[in-house]
């Protein structure tokens, strides 16, 4: 069987699919309020093409798929496509990146048909806050954060969020988050400000580098165990370790670096 191999030789195995170009937020690093010329309708795939693309690069060898958006919840039976494409290969790691609005409702029926992880964008645990970033009732926050709990439950694993850092508007929430994170045991990815913004505002003296988020994540992890005498240090690591240790990826796309900790 012949493989993807993109032009350095590396394999490729992993493969995304944009189902809609169409979204009910309006993230102000994303787009402008008052939203975009969406795509007529006979441009978007159908699921029928969808499955048909799907067979053939699950015959070069793909074995992971992510439907992402716009918002991939917008589609009307998801659920049909989910169970679709798990019968092209029932093996197959399908997830999905998500808003989060529509999961409390669709959640269930997902993981029926056979999704397996989910990424939530959550980019402020406060409602004031949230509603700048997305420009939608903060109140939402609540409902998401439900949701992902109600994913949690129906066995959906690992719950990522993914949560765009920028200054002056969340960028004093990061321990909140990383604390968040390791108490529901979601795990929490932020990411540099990057320049997709389809209104052309994005501006470095927004951007906040990915150091920063390291910085509390090691402040807060080691400095209480630094601090403790050595015959007691050991258990403590252990146990955060173990259990307790809040997993965390840091992506810059601006800096062209990553930094992981305990993250699959
Ligand atoms: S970032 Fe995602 S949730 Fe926000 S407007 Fe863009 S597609 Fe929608």
């Excluded at 195995?13 to 006979?42: H, Q």
């Excluded at 991939?72 to 798990?86: A, K, N, S």
Aim: glycine share 6%; hydrophobic share 40%; with cysteine.
């Amino acid at each position: 069987m012949s493989r993807l191999k993109d032009t350095f030789g590396r394999t490729i195995d992993d493969l995304r699919i944009s189902l809609t170009d169409r979204c009910n937020f309006r993230c102000v690093y994303c787009m402008p309020a008052e939203g975009l010329p969406w795509l007529p309708k006979r441009e978007i795939l159908t699921y029928e093409e969808i499955f048909h693309l799907a067979r053939i690069f699950i015959g070069l060898g793909v074995r992971t798929v992510r439907l992402t958006g716009g918002e991939p919840l917008m589609r009307q039976d998801i659920d049909v496509l989910i169970d679709g494409l798990i019968r092209l290969d029932p093996g197959l790691d399908l997830s999905m990146t998500t808003n989060g609005f529509f999961l409390i409702d669709k959640v269930d029926r997902l993981v029926q048909a056979g999704l397996k992880r989910i990424n939530v964008s959550v980019d402020s645990l406060r409602p004031d806050r949230f509603e700048r970033m997305v420009r939608r009732d903060g109140q939402l926050v609540f409902k998401i954060i439900e949701g992902m709990r109600r994913a949690r439950a129906a066995g959906l694993a690992p719950i990522k969020v993914n949560c765009v850092v920028m200054r002056g508007y969340n960028d004093d929430e990061l321990l909140e988050f990383v604390r968040w994170g390791r108490d529901e045991n979601f795990q929490v990815r932020f990411i540099e400000y990057m320049p997709l913004d389809a209104q052309g505002e994005w501006d470095m003296q927004t951007v906040v580098p990915g150091r920063k988020p390291w910085h509390i994540f090691l402040r807060m992890v080691c400095f209480p165990v630094m601090c403790l005498p050595r015959w007691f240090a050991l258990p403590v690591q252990v146990c955060c370790l173990s259990r307790r240790f809040p997993r965390l990826k840091i992506t810059q796309p601006i800096h062209r670096t990553s930094l992981t900790t305990g993250y699959r």
